[in-house]
């Protein structure tokens, strides 16, 4: 259950950031989308390296600092300050117009009317006042876009003699940039009788409360809110604003205010070049489109979000070849020219161009700069003729919609967590870095190519960055608490280089599994009988000296001390070949010790392996019996010379045997036992219980083998194979059948 609940928290954990990353993206926070912008401005800069189709009809006449100076120095004929009177404007209509522009659009906000500023001289000699020159110049061109914002409405004398109005309201983000255009906007045009109140009384109706039965207007300079009542319809009483008597047949109400859709200044200027029908504007900001069609079959679809607003691809900047640019003050002088009646020297560049005229001057109130994904400081009334160009072109920049950007999480959070969990942590964190740097250049193709936002930031940070950094974190923890558990259960059953190779195994089972595997049995022969003798010895001295119990008592233990640190030595020395033959130490039963080899690491060659790890046992246990008898001689001769009457003498060090058993066969091979209590690494099975036998009949300094062992011998490593003596099989128990059995030989010189 343990091993299942570790196999299952990483699929938890990488789900769990998945879900934490996707809720994040739903609330759409503001210091995530400020970094998107960031990414997002990057690649405006990068996509603008690139040639892609752009209208050739686009202009712009620039109200430069020179242009201020040329209409101040009267070098045009006529001397004017810094705020221009209509006229001026006027002027400029009347020469586009002459050299056959298509349409004049105004990047300029035209307030009150000024009857202050000087009239105008016709040709006929009359005299006309500016403003109702430029509005005369307007019905006269046909095709002239005033600006308008939610702010400022131009005066009716402007507006009902332009084609058209266009939205010019700047709406920058939270970072200051702009990137962003209001496809349209909803004027309220108000009743004559509340405009001609609100001017008497100072009424302010761009800031008007609607209530249920009333319209409040707030009085400028107070705090008053002045009451219109109106009806379910939004109609109020003309009586209340002209008196009881109402003319004949007159209505008794009138609406209010009615509603006007005005159209951002790009797509009405583009419009008049497509001649699209911007009145019956299909309008689905549910599904985040708009659909202008035009009567020659022309149809473009304007993606916008829910708001209305769209991208804008800042495609052409103000120095682009492919945008006719002018100072006014060039047409200006071509205007003085054509009255004049000097015309041979006229050019006509704005034939059928779509003129924008807006200000690039600096340092005075007519500035109009500001930030763009493009630059810091730059002309802002570009955003009309590159809002313009993505309608001429069908070029827009889409953002993808929430479904994709939540797909995108998941399938780079998928992606992650599988590198991360399936490859080696260096590995991983490569393969991580390819897949950030692939999804880099994809977003940025994406963008360049189809002009398609994709999300960077969360697919990145989030399900890319956290993900692996999760993962990496769980796995750190977890293979270090497994490697310490490898640790606690093979550090003293192999040798310390198999247990860095398991450590350094992708894979290890530990859980059961069915394995080919060669087992030894190896007992210490004589040891029951050395013990046995021990104990007789010290209990005939315990007799003889009559010991009061504490001091037998130490005698015994003293024996049984020395009998413990005997079997260890024997035992030990078998171990020690076991491990240097790549051997795992399963168990030691009694004075008997169980190995067996080709788990839990792998090794082809068990066979041998197990045999001449056997053959290193018997020339150990040789060469320590040699050792023990120097010793015991050499005890022997200090006892004789210093006999102590108050201690047992001194018990000979026993020379002991080894008898061993080796055979080779399919077992079951894992853990047994449980963290908690003892935990073995082990191996059960019919092949187990056989080679157990054949160490049982393999008597004294003796190496018995199957005939299963012999046969692996004999493939892999012949020069034992023949060393290996025959001998007639023999019938152990539980078996029915006898056993071939081979003995090796070993040298014990």
Not at 22 to 45: A, K, P
Not at 234 to 256: N, Q, R
Not at 711 to 733: E, F, G, I, T, Y
Request: charged share 20%.
């Amino acid at each position: 259950m343990k091993s299942k609940a570790f196999k299952r928290a990483p699929v938890l954990l990488a789900v769990g950031v998945l879900v934490l990353v996707c809720g994040i993206q739903l609330l759409h926070l503001d210091f995530l989308e400020r970094l998107e912008r960031i990414t997002y401005d990057l690649r405006v800069r990068t996509s603008v390296r690139f040639p892609a189709p752009a209208a050739t009809n686009l202009a712009f006449v620039a109200m430069e600092d020179s242009s201020i100076v040329a209409v101040k120095n009267g070098s045009l004929g006529y001397q004017f300050g810094l705020y221009w009177p209509r006229q001026v404007y006027g002027r400029l209509i009347e020469e586009l117009s002459a050299q056959g522009a298509r349409a004049i659009a105004f990047d300029v906000l035209f307030g009150e009317v000024r009857n202050d500023h000087p009239p105008v001289q016709m040709g006929d000699g009359r005299l006309i006042e500016s403003d109702d020159f430029f509005a005369l110049q307007e019905q006269r061109a046909g095709n002239v876009l005033i600006a308008i914002t939610p702010e400022l409405r131009p005066p009716d004398l402007f507006a009902t003699n332009a084609f058209a109005l266009g939205g010019v309201s700047t709406d920058r983000d939270t970072d200051g940039t702009l990137r962003r255009f209001e496809a349209f906007h909803i004027y309220h045009r108000w009743h004559p009788l509340l405009t001609r109140a609100a001017a008497e009384f100072g009424l302010d109706l761009d800031r008007a409360q609607f209530a249920a039965g009333e319209i409040r207007l707030p009085q400028n300079g107070t705090t008053n809110l002045v009451a219109i009542p109106v009806d379910a319809n939004g109609c109020f009483k003309l009586a209340d604003f002209i008196g009881d008597t109402l003319p004949a047949g007159m209505a008794h109400v009138a609406k209010a205010f009615t509603d006007e859709r005005v159209w951002s200044l790009g797509i009405a200027l583009a419009a008049q070049e497509l001649k699209l029908d911007l009145a019956r504007a299909d309008i689905d900001l549910a599904r985040g489109r708009i659909v202008l069609s035009g009567t020659n079959g022309v149809r473009r679809v304007i993606p916008v979000d829910a708001q209305g607003y769209g991208l804008i691809d800042w495609r052409l900047t103000p120095g682009d070849d492919r945008l006719l640019r002018a100072p006014v003050e060039t047409l200006l002088r071509q205007e003085r020219l054509r009255l004049q009646g000097r015309t041979n020297s006229l050019r006509d560049d704005f034939r059928g161009k779509l003129v924008v005229i807006g200000s690039t001057a600096q340092g005075n109130d007519l500035t109009d700069r500001g930030a763009t994904p493009l630059e810091k400081d730059t002309f802002l009334v570009s955003k009309h003729w590159n809002v313009a160009n993505s309608v001429i072109t069908g070029q827009f920049i889409r953002r993808a919609p929430q479904p994709v950007e939540l797909a995108l999480i998941l399938f780079l959070g998928a992606v992650t967590a599988t590198l991360t969990w399936r490859l080696r942590a260096v590995a991983a964190t490569g393969g991580t870095f390819l897949l950030m740097a692939a999804y880099v250049c994809a977003v940025f193709f994406a963008f360049v190519q189809f002009h398609y936002w994709l999300p960077l930031v969360l697919p990145l940070v989030g399900a890319v960055l956290v993900e692996h950094v999760s993962l990496v974190t769980y796995r750190m923890v977890f293979e270090e608490r497994e490697q310490r558990r490898v640790k606690s259960v093979f550090s003293k059953i192999v040798s310390p280089e198999v247990v860095n190779e398991l450590l350094q195994a992708e894979k290890l089972s530990l859980g059961g599994a069915r394995r080919e595997v060669t087992i030894m049995f190896a007992d210490v022969r004589g040891f029951t009988s050395f013990t046995d003798e021990a104990q007789q010895r010290v209990e005939e001295f315990v007799r003889t000296h009559r010991l009061d119990p504490e001091a037998a008592k130490k005698c015994f233990d003293d024996s049984a001390r020395e009998i413990l640190e005997t079997v260890n030595l024997y035992l030990a020395a078998v171990a020690d070949a076991v491990k240097n033959h790549g051997g795992t130490l399963d168990k030691y039963i009694g004075d008997c010790v169980m190995a067996f080899w080709n788990a839990p690491i792998a090794n082809e060659r068990h066979g041998p392996a197990c045999v001449r790890a056997a053959i290193e046992a018997q020339g150990a246990i040789h060469r320590l019996n040699q050792k023990r008898r120097e010793e015991n001689a050499a005890r022997e001769l200090e006892s004789r010379a210093q006999p102590a009457a108050d201690l047992p003498p001194p018990v000979p060090l026993a020379a002991l045997q080894l008898g061993t058993g080796i055979h080779s066969g399919l077992v079951t091979v894992g853990l047994m036992g449980s963290d908690t209590h003892i935990l073995n690494y082990t191996i059960f099975g019919r092949e187990v219980n056989l080679a157990s036998r054949l160490e049982g009949v393999s008597g004294s300094g003796r190496i018995l083998i199957s005939d299963a062992t012999h046969r692996h011998l004999q493939q892999q490593d012949s020069d034992l194979a023949v060393m290996c003596v025959a001998l007639p099989p023999v019938l152990v128990k539980g078996f029915r059948d006898p056993v071939g059995i081979y003995e090796v030989p070993w040298s014990n010189k």
